[in-house]
């Protein structure tokens, strides 16, 4: 991912970067087009790009679920 001559970060990235970012597979992106659960742009003939907030949608932190009970001493 590279960033402009003022500093600002892209919206979209290309498949790759994805992949890198969220440490997966550019097949898994893809597939994830193809059900539509990810969108995607196409930038020119063979480029595909999708936008970061897409990205964090689809790749949202699994909430924990781990809770520690205490017994109460009767």
């Known amino acids: 991912m ?3 001559a003022a500093g600002v970060k892209p919206e979209f990235v290309s ?3 994805a992949a890198v970012l969220y ?3 550019v097949d898994l992106l ?3 087009i193809a059900a539509g659960e990810l969108p995607a742009v ?3 003939r063979r480029l595909i790009r999708v936008r970061i907030d897409d990205l964090k949608r689809v790749f949202r932190p699994v909430p924990s ?3 520690r009970s205490r017994r109460r001493a009767s």
């Open 2 to 4: 590279t960033m402009s």
């Open 15 to 17: 498949l790759q970067e």
């Open 23 to 25: 440490s997966v597979s």
């Open 30 to 32: 893809r597939q994830r």
């Open 42 to 44: 196409h930038a020119g």
């Open 65 to 67: 679920v781990y809770t």
